[in-house]
């Protein structure tokens, strides 16, 4: 199974900083990889599928981009309200597998 | 709008089987793929199972095949999993969760997860 390691695991960062967080796959996925966001107690709220398109109704500060085997997460700037655990998730060969997240904590 | 609300989860001794459902509401199952993801507690997200939306093909995560089945019931508009030969590293929140598409890339577009539900969690201890 393709796995995907996610950098870095944790950060902490002010209000209106720039985030960037990295999903590197095992295997060339093109672009089938999807971002989520988790508050703790709640279930993930999708992102960003394709790799680069942002699903309906997610603030435009987010963005994903990449393709092959190298992704990137990027909030352009951070609001208060972005606290939570981002996951990668990639679909090849009818599987699917997530990353292992990356908390992301207001300063 | 769509709803998803699982049930059926509890505390199982190792070795016995549950039945997850979940109900879903706003849409119709035979639409979309749909899977079951789990999260034990304390760590991160793994994907379970998908079943196609013509109900054609199921795929399995290798840590549960031969001991889950992914089912649906269109008359009643659930999504159930089977689970046999619990184990304690069975134990997670199981949520379920609609695919944007149809289960498989299609189109240009590959399988992610546009609405989840608020899971049900499943503890497997003797």
């Known amino acids: 199974a393709i796995q995907l390691t996610q950098s870095p695991s944790s950060l902490s960062a002010s209000v209106g900083d720039r985030v960037t967080i990295t999903c590197r796959a095992s295997?060339?996925?093109?672009?089938?990889l999807a971002w989520y966001q988790q508050k703790p107690g709640n279930a993930p709220k999708l992102l960003i599928y394709?790799?680069?398109t942002l699903e309906s109704g997610v603030p435009s500060r987010f963005s994903g981009s990449g393709s092959g085997t190298d992704f990137t997460l990027t909030i352009s700037s951070l609001h208060p309200e972005d606290s939570a655990t981002y996951y990668c998730?990639?679909?090849?060969?009818?599987?699917?597998?997530f990353g292992g997240g990356t908390k992301v904590e207001i300063k | 709008q769509v709803q998803l609300v699982e049930s059926g989860g509890g505390v199982v001794q190792p070795g016995r089987s549950l039945r997850l459902s979940c109900a879903a509401s706003?849409?119709?199952?035979?639409?979309?793929?749909m899977h079951w993801v789990r999260q034990a507690p304390g760590k991160g997200l793994e994907w379970v199972a998908v079943m196609w939306f013509d109900g054609t093909n199921k795929y399995y995560a290798d840590s549960v095949k031969g001991r889950f089945t992914i089912s649906r019931d269109n008359s009643r508009n659930t999504l159930d999993l089977q689970l046999n030969s619990l184990r304690a590293e069975d134990t997670a929140v199981y949520y379920c969760a609609k695919d944007r598409g149809p289960g498989y890339c299609s189109g240009g577009s590959c399988p992610s997860f546009d609405h989840w539900g608020q899971g049900t969690l499943v503890t497997v201890s003797s």
């Open positions: 295997q060339d996925i093109a672009s089938a």
């Open positions: 394709g790799a680069s």
């Open positions: 998730q990639q679909f090849k060969n009818y599987l699917l597998t």
């Open positions: 706003g849409f119709t199952l035979s639409s979309y793929g």
